[in-house]
Antibody
Framework: EVQLVESGGGLVQPGRSLRLSCAAS????????MHWVRQAPGKGLEWVSG????????GYADSVKGRFTISRDNAKNSLYLQMNSLRAEDTALYYC???????????WGQGTLVTVSS | QSALTQPRSVSGSPGQSVTISCTGT?????????VSWYQQHPGKAPKLMIY???KRPSGVPDRFSGSKSGNTASLTISGLQAEDEADYYC????????????FGGGTKLTVL
């Protein structure tokens, strides 16, 4: 059974940093690209960042470019999102999602909540 | 990176059909046959309903269908049921060099 379990969320002050993790199991992690997708309270889904199976291709939404860094450790079956210079508008539930192919997300975690507030 | 355009809400009675549109550009929806649709019930993670414009994952009822014409994709739900009431999001691949994906703003489906 595929499982994606996010962790690392919490309350953080504007300008500070936070690192999210996603532990994957139930599939061959290093065969697939992985993504982070967020959802602000009461709002829609927003793609944040994606990384190919070998970290050779990486993409970011304009809203986080230069502040967030995605990475993965295939030996640990884990995906990460380093979030720096956090802003109030980064407040959201952050989902880890497995990409089956070309933007197709077949499995999602339950999300970890990030709240940016003073 | 502009979000794909979806109607904010649609509604229909049980047994009827509804169609949700998703408009993008030639750089996303129009440029690739990689449009997917996700259903999200309150407090739940999104669920894949349609992929590659018109394919259904196993377990998704054939009441759900997808299509695309130019820069606009569509999700049609026929024989509406109460449990179909949810938010629906379209999503499109937006480029291999930039490794980008773009979502629509979401559509709230109400079953009257």
């Amino acid at each position: 059974e595929v499982q994606l379990v996010e962790s690392g969320g919490g309350l953080v002050q504007p300008g500070r940093s936070l690192r999210l993790s996603c532990a994957a199991s139930g599939f061959t992690f290093d065969d697939y690209a992985m993504h982070w997708v967020r959802q602000a309270p009461g709002k829609g889904l927003e793609w944040v960042s994606g990384i190919s199976w070998n970290s050779g291709s990486i993409g970011y939404a304009d809203s986080v470019k230069g502040r967030f860094t995605i990475s993965r450790d295939n030996a640990k079956n884990s995906l990460y999102l380093q979030m720096n210079s956090l802003r109030a508008e980064d407040t959201a539930l952050y989902y880890c999602a497995k990409e089956y192919s070309s933007g197709l997300f077949d499995y999602w975690g339950q999300g970890t909540l990030v709240t940016v507030s003073s | 990176q502009s979000a794909l355009t979806q109607p904010r809400s649609v509604s229909g009675s049980p047994g009827q059909s509804v169609t949700i549109s998703c408009t993008g550009t030639s750089s996303d929806v129009g440029g690739y046959n990689y449009v997917s649709w996700y259903q999200q019930h309150p407090g739940k993670a999104p669920k894949l309903m349609i992929y590659d414009v018109s394919k259904r994952p196993s377990g998704v009822p054939d009441r759900f269908s997808g299509s695309k014409s130019g820069n606009t994709a569509s999700l049609t739900i026929s024989g509406l049921q109460a449990e179909d009431e949810a938010d629906y999001y379209c999503c499109s691949y937006a480029g291999s060099y930039t490794f980008e994906v773009v979502f629509g703003g979401g559509t709230k489906l109400t079953v009257l």
